[in-house]
């Protein structure tokens, strides 16, 4: 079965569990940000399991489920817990997900992590608007045969994140008092954090925060050319900044410890999120 009959078949399903309700963004809750989805109302709950050809989640923090309903006015389709290249599954597992959400007609996708902070400036519980990423490793979602039907063989990465949806960001931020920082987030593949070298080397790059995840969807998403903003909840210094030992525990508590925040901006978001960019 070739890759657009499995998606249909995925579009199938899930449009069974929504009673004609039509998701228009798209959104994904990174590690310790899964809480959020629980201000989505009217929901629909569909385990991850349960649908054809889904990849499920084995991280901590991540509940391995959508959660479709009304936040802010809109419909969204929101995915507690994502998938990762490090868990085994293939970079076309890892962007399933969002091919399936372009099938089901949405053309908005806002992307969440937890990142590691390499910017000495900066601190664990800061917020960060994506404006662009560093990809340095081989593989890529997009090699194989190409989908005609969800985009072209060779596509522009250079709008990957959105402007409008950065400045819209931008001043929900501000007009909640929110602290917010813009940067650059850089991919390794995990499971293990980086290296105090290889953190030298992101910041040498030009990258502000690192971290296993991410970059796969807005790739696909690109490919497919949707609308994507991403934030990332910096849950700790990343590798050789202090001295101390990284672990998994840290990135849950702080998640936790910026939740309140993070969901404000999240909703203002969601709110303000321009009708041309659905």
């Known amino acids: 079965m070739d890759l657009m009959e499995k998606l249909s078949e995925t579009k199938a399903y899930i449009e069974s ?16 940000l899964g809480e959020m989805a629980d201000a989505i109302e009217n929901a629909a709950i569909i385990d991850y399991h349960d649908i054809p050809y889904f990849p499920v989640s084995t991280v901590p923090g991540h509940k391995g489920r959508l959660v479709i309903g009304e936040l802010e006015g809109k419909t969204v389709l929101c995915m507690q817990g994502r998938f990762h290249y490090y868990e085994g599954y293939s970079m076309d597992e890892v962007v399933y997900p969002i091919r399936t959400m372009k099938v089901l007609g949405i053309n908005a996708l806002f992307l969440t992590n937890a990142a590691g902070c390499v910017n000495t400036s900066w601190k664990p519980g800061d917020l960060m608007i994506i404006t662009d990423h ?43 008092g929110i602290g917010i920082r813009k940067g650059i987030y850089m991919l390794f593949t995990g499971p293990s954090f980086e290296t105090a ?18 970059v796969p969807e807005a790739i696909a998403a690109s490919h497919m050319r949707m609308n994507t903003m991403g934030i990332s909840c910096l849950t700790n210094m990343a590798a050789g900044i202090l001295d101390q030992p990284l672990n998994h525990e840290e990135v849950l508590e702080t ?14 978001c969601v709110k303000r999120w321009p009708e041309e960019k659905l």
């Open 17 to 32: 569990k929504l009673d004609g309700r039509k998701p228009v963004i798209g959104l994904i809750l990174g590690s310790g």
């Open 134 to 176: 560093i990809k340095l490793i081989a593989e890529n979602p997009l090699r194989g045969r190409n989908p005609e039907e969800l985009g072209n063989r060779f596509f522009d990465m250079t709008r990957a994140y959105d402007k409008t949806l950065v400045s819209m960001t931008e001043k929900a931020a501000e007009d909640l």
């Open 255 to 268: 998640g936790e410890r910026v939740k309140r925040t993070f969901s404000a901006l999240v909703r203002e």
């Open 197 to 214: 070298a290889e953190v030298r080397f992101a910041r040498l790059a030009g990258a502000d925060a690192v971290g296993m995840s991410t």
